[in-house]
């Protein structure tokens, strides 16, 4: 089981690093986007390019839990400590996955449902644009604190790939 789970572990440090890089791509070239083009072009592109970080995210934090998190607590005896790198490996991908949930299936669709009341209305007017201008940006900041924080617990735990990946090898070698 340890040579099989230094490879998954291995597999889930590269979907994690792959989705981290993505994101920090994503983070660092969207700007451009709205110096060359219109703010709606430019959204619309941004909002394209959020649905598939959404979706590499959830194969990321996904894939990294069922490599090795879940194999780590299947094998977990009762008698183990309360506390163990192990435990907030899988509390920190868990809380990766709770934030991918809230980004794709509650964040994404109220966004995308206010743009399109935006976009659809003939011309709209007074307090029905201001109500619907402030959603668009309330979940809009909430969009972007959830991936920075996304962004956040990739790093985290890829470097707790590393300690997971020395207790592995001192538990074989002990």
Same mark, same amino acid.
């Given at each position: 089981? =340890? *040579?099989?789970?230094?490879?998954? =572990?291995?597999?889930? %440090?590269?979907?994690? +690093?792959?989705?981290?890089?993505?994101?920090?791509?994503?983070?660092? !070239?969207?700007?451009?986007?709205?110096?060359?083009?219109?703010?709606?072009?430019?959204?619309?592109?941004?909002?394209?390019?959020?649905?598939?970080? =959404?979706?590499? *995210?959830?194969?990321?934090?996904?894939?990294?839990?069922?490599?090795?998190?879940?194999?780590?607590?299947?094998?977990?005896?009762?008698?183990?400590?309360?506390? !163990?790198?192990? @435990?907030?490996?899988?509390? +920190?991908?868990?809380? +990766?996955?709770? %934030?991918?949930?809230?980004? /794709?299936?509650?964040?994404?669709? @109220?966004?995308? /449902? !206010?743009? +399109?009341?935006?976009?659809?209305?003939? !011309?709209?007017?007074?307090?029905?644009?201001?109500?619907?201008?402030?959603? $668009? =940006?309330?979940?809009?900041?909430?969009?972007?604190?959830?991936?920075?924080? $996304?962004?956040?617990?990739?790093?985290?735990?890829?470097?707790?790939?590393? $300690?997971?990946?020395?207790?592995? *090898?001192?538990?074989?070698?002990?």
């Amino acid at each position: 089981m =340890d *040579a099989r789970q230094m490879v998954w =572990d291995r597999i889930s %440090f590269i979907l994690l +690093a792959l989705w981290l890089g993505m994101s920090l791509g994503f983070a660092t !070239t969207s700007p451009l986007l709205f110096d060359y083009l219109s703010r709606v072009t430019a959204g619309g592109i941004a909002g394209k390019m959020v649905e598939r970080l =959404d979706l590499v *995210a959830w194969i990321a934090f996904g894939g990294g839990w069922l490599l090795s998190a879940l194999p780590r607590w299947l094998q977990q005896s009762p008698n183990s400590l309360p506390v !163990t790198s192990s @435990k907030l490996w899988n509390f +920190a991908i868990l809380t +990766a996955l709770i %934030f991918c949930f809230g980004s /794709s299936f509650i964040l994404t669709p @109220k966004l995308n /449902s !206010t743009l +399109a009341a935006l976009t659809t209305l003939p !011309t709209p007017t007074g307090s029905i644009l201001v109500e619907l201008t402030e959603s $668009r =940006d309330q979940a809009h900041r909430f969009s972007v604190q959830f991936f920075i924080i $996304r962004m956040v617990l990739a790093v985290a735990l890829l470097w707790g790939l590393t $300690r997971l990946q020395k207790d592995l *090898a001192s538990s074989k070698g002990g």
